[in-house]
């Protein structure tokens, strides 16, 4: 049964819209805010029987929008739980939604129900908005578009209409309003109309009187799924304000320029590969569509959504100046006089998507941890060493195709090497990022926008096989919030730390030294840096010492304690001595302080370390032969280049 029509939201609907034409959006946005506060609440609708797409359906939960400047991402609604549902209930309300999912669209702004319903239920698409400005670079190639913001040229021209020109089973296209801009949308027809598997759509389905409902409601979603969202934004977007109004942690950021943003965004992001489940909320002018469109293609298997200027208000970017019409909720007519919003429900929507990824059930029918991810991300940490080391060790990692990207710590005061620099001796494979994030010894593990789950982290003096990595990774994945690396301590209150003792019998440890290579997952990045370490990362940097020592208790406090070891061969890893020439290594300036803040850190925390002993405890690690120190360079290398190392396995 369809939930009961609020005739009072319906009627003060239809007056906000008429003041909002007459006194603004402000004045809007301050009755609303007045008008929720006294609303009765409205009777929860349980499970769904009766999903209908038509007008008449629910429209007391078509949320106008309160208006552009007023945050609407209610910390009560985003907090409140989803009803959760016994299994048969999930049955009865993921199967609806699923048939919303498949419907097909050209239904104008009611199309918003497909599409919350795909993220809804974790199904994969491509939807890229096709509006006036697009259609203006996909039919001429002098020019301005994208508020004056971007040139026409041939060369965007010819890619804008290849987009225009996909035709993919899963991929939108959403094309201009015919009661908004009938001459564009009749070039535009003309361009798709020999497409078999793309859908049309509205270019405004995620706007005008969907704004409220639709902004809501997708991250609403994405947040009950607990989905890795990517965002692309421009480089003046402020995208950590974006986090803070909605909650939600981007897994990764990419950036565009502010103004002509193509081709160099373009061509810069193309070959970026998404893992499977993975969504990417693009915000990103002409240049996102662009992407959009090319990253579907290759890689249909992660969703992709260009937003234009959806998230403009909190990104801090300027609107256009139709931004009245975009964000205050004004239900724009769209294919007909009455195609002014959706209809749509969320309430199904919300319980589907906690139904498919907040149950065992769920897991199992979505596969559980179906979104592996196939490479790593190494962090090496570097202190004015000589460049010959610095380039060894990015050749030696560019050639491991288990390695996604690699990204160098600088600290202030090294001028041994820059990103310039980098680009010129990087071999193909993987990337190189320079990082650069003060002189601040804790900040070898400042959390970033890392674009694979699994971390490996690693000082430039020590080199590892791919063999190595590859062994570790296999390790890892089983226990994905665990540490697992080749190097343990065992570390007691009052006692020095002791470097033989791990490599002996009975090979007691109770943490792994993350700085001489370790994964871990990225999440611990950004718990190292939370606030109740603050006073700890300050000890640290003032002492200069003992960054590992604290991320192995953060690594047990807020992750798995398990020491989870794997032994190496004898060719797998590999130190030199010659890295510091002429500086005398961090361990020799400042060794003497790292008791001192081992002691800091039991009295500051106590003792969350667990100790193993032993080989072969279970599944606590990969070990069939003893743990070893790195090898010396020279002997790694006697009978041939790194690339040759002999594996263990």
């Known amino acids: 049964m369809a939930a009961p029509i609020d005739h009072a939201a319906v009627l003060l609907a239809a007056v906000l819209t008429l003041l909002t034409l007459l006194a603004g959006p402000a004045l809007v946005s301050a009755l609303w805010g007045a008008y929720r506060g006294v609303r009765p609440k409205m009777p929860a609708s349980g499970v769904a029987t009766d999903i209908s797409r038509s007008f008449a359906t629910n429209i007391s939960r078509s949320y106008v929008s309160p208006g552009y400047g007023h945050d609407f991402y209610h910390a009560s609604e985003a907090a409140a739980p989803v009803e959760q549902l016994s299994p048969a209930e999930c049955g009865a309300v993921v199967a609806p939604v699923r048939s919303l999912a498949d419907q097909p669209t050209g239904n104008g702004m009611d199309d918003l129900t497909v599409f919350l319903a795909r993220v809804a239920l974790g199904l994969p698409f491509g939807m890229v908005r096709f509006n006036d400005g697009e259609i203006i670079a996909a039919r001429k190639s002098?020019?301005?578009?994208?508020?004056?913001?971007?040139?026409?040229?041939?060369?965007?021209?010819?890619?804008?209409?290849?987009?225009?020109?996909?035709?993919?089973?899963?991929?939108?296209?959403?094309?201009?309003?015919?009661?908004?801009?009938?001459?564009?949308?009749?070039?535009?027809?003309?361009?798709?109309?020999?497409?078999?598997?793309?859908?049309?759509?509205?270019?405004?389905?995620?706007?005008?009187?969907?704004?409220?409902?639709?902004?809501?409601?997708?991250?609403?979603?994405?947040?009950?799924?607990?989905?890795?969202?990517?965002?692309?934004?421009?480089?003046?977007?402020?995208?950590?304000?974006?986090e803070a109004a909605t909650g939600l942690q981007f897994t990764g950021v990419l950036r565009v320029p502010a103004a002509e943003s193509f081709p160099a965004g373009f061509w810069k992001h193309q070959d970026v590969a998404f893992g499977e489940g993975a969504v990417v909320l693009v915000c990103a002018g002409p240049t996102g569509?662009?992407?959009?469109?090319?990253?579907?293609?290759?890689?249909?298997?992660?969703?992709?959504?260009?937003?234009?200027?959806?998230?403009?208000?909190?990104?801090?970017?300027?609107?256009?100046?139709?931004?009245?019409?975009?964000?205050?909720?004004?239900?724009?007519?769209?294919?007909?006089?009455?195609?002014?919003?959706?209809?749509?429900?969320?309430?199904?929507?919300?319980?589907?998507?906690?139904?498919?990824?907040?149950?065992?059930?769920?897991?199992?029918?979505?596969?559980?941890?179906?979104?592996?991810?196939?490479?790593?991300?190494?962090?090496?940490?570097?202190?004015?060493?000589?460049?010959?080391?610095?380039?060894?060790?990015?050749?030696?990692?560019?050639?491991?195709?288990?390695?996604?990207?690699?990204?160098?710590?600088?600290?202030?005061?090294?001028?041994?090497?820059?990103?310039?620099?980098?680009?010129?001796?990087?071999?193909?494979?993987?990337?190189?990022?320079?990082?650069?994030?003060?002189?601040?010894?804790?900040?070898?593990?400042?959390?970033?926008?890392?674009?694979?789950?699994?971390?490996?982290?690693?000082?430039?003096?020590?080199?590892?096989?791919?063999?190595?990595?590859?062994?570790?990774?296999?390790?890892?994945?089983?226990?994905?919030?665990?540490?697992?690396?080749?190097?343990?301590?065992?570390?007691?209150?009052?006692?020095?730390?002791?470097?033989?003792?791990?490599?002996?019998?009975?090979?007691?440890?109770?943490?792994?030294?993350?700085?001489?290579?370790?994964?871990?997952?990225?999440?611990?990045?950004?718990?190292?840096?939370?606030?109740?370490?603050?006073?700890?990362?300050?000890?640290?940097?003032?002492?200069?010492?003992?960054?590992?020592?604290?991320?192995?208790?953060v690594q047990a406090l807020e992750g798995d304690p398990v020491v989870r070891l794997v032994c190496l061969g004898g060719k797998e890893a590999c130190h030199t001595t010659t890295c510091h020439k002429g500086i005398e290594s961090l361990g020799s300036r400042t060794g003497s302080h790292r008791t001192e803040v081992l002691s800091f850190l039991f009295e500051a925390l106590g003792n969350p370390l667990n100790t193993t002993t032993g080989l072969q405890g279970g599944d606590t690690g990969v070990c069939r032969s003893k743990p070893r120190k790195p090898t010396n360079y020279g002997q790694c290398t006697a009978s041939g280049a790194i690339a040759q190392f002999v594996p263990a396995w």
């Not at 040229?153 to 094309?175: T, V, W």
């Not at 002189?439 to 593990?445: G, S, Y």
């Open 289 to 553: 569509r662009l992407l959009t469109a090319h990253w579907f293609d290759r890689n249909p298997s992660a969703t992709y959504i260009e937003l234009g200027s959806y998230f403009d208000e909190h990104l801090g970017t300027t609107p256009a100046a139709s931004a009245p019409k975009y964000y205050s909720g004004i239900a724009t007519p769209c294919e007909t006089d009455g195609d002014l919003r959706a209809a749509t429900d969320p309430v199904p929507m919300e319980q589907a998507a906690w139904c498919v990824f907040g149950t065992e059930q769920g897991n199992s029918i979505t596969g559980g941890e179906r979104h592996r991810p196939e490479k790593i991300t190494v962090v090496v940490s570097s202190y004015k060493s000589n460049r010959l080391c610095l380039k060894q060790q990015i050749h030696n990692f560019q050639q491991c195709d288990i390695v996604h990207s690699i990204r160098l710590n600088r600290f202030d005061g090294d001028t041994t090497f820059d990103q310039v620099w980098v680009d010129s001796v990087s071999r193909p494979g993987a990337p190189v990022i320079v990082d650069d994030f003060g002189d601040k010894i804790t900040n070898r593990f400042h959390p970033r926008d890392f674009m694979t789950r699994a971390v490996f982290s690693v000082d430039v003096d020590t080199m590892y096989s791919c063999a190595a990595l590859h062994a570790a990774f296999s390790e890892w994945v089983k226990h994905p919030f665990s540490a697992v690396g080749f190097h343990p301590r065992h570390l007691e209150r009052g006692k020095q730390e002791n470097w033989d003792l791990s490599y002996s019998p009975p090979y007691k440890r109770n943490m792994l030294l993350v700085t001489k290579g370790a994964l871990q997952h990225r999440r611990t990045f950004s718990r190292f840096f939370a606030p109740r370490y603050a006073a700890l990362r300050n000890f640290v940097d003032k002492s200069f010492a003992g960054e590992d020592f604290l991320m192995g208790f």
């Open 142 to 242: 002098e020019g301005l578009t994208d508020r004056n913001q971007q040139h026409l040229s041939p060369e965007l021209q010819r890619l804008m209409m290849d987009a225009m020109k996909l035709d993919r089973p899963g991929f939108y296209a959403g094309l201009p309003c015919n009661k908004e801009y009938p001459n564009s949308r009749k070039w535009a027809n003309s361009l798709v109309d020999g497409h078999v598997s793309t859908k049309i759509t509205s270019a405004t389905v995620w706007y005008n009187g969907n704004y409220g409902l639709s902004r809501r409601f997708l991250v609403r979603l994405l947040k009950i799924r607990r989905a890795r969202v990517y965002i692309v934004a421009s480089e003046a977007a402020n995208v950590t304000r974006l």
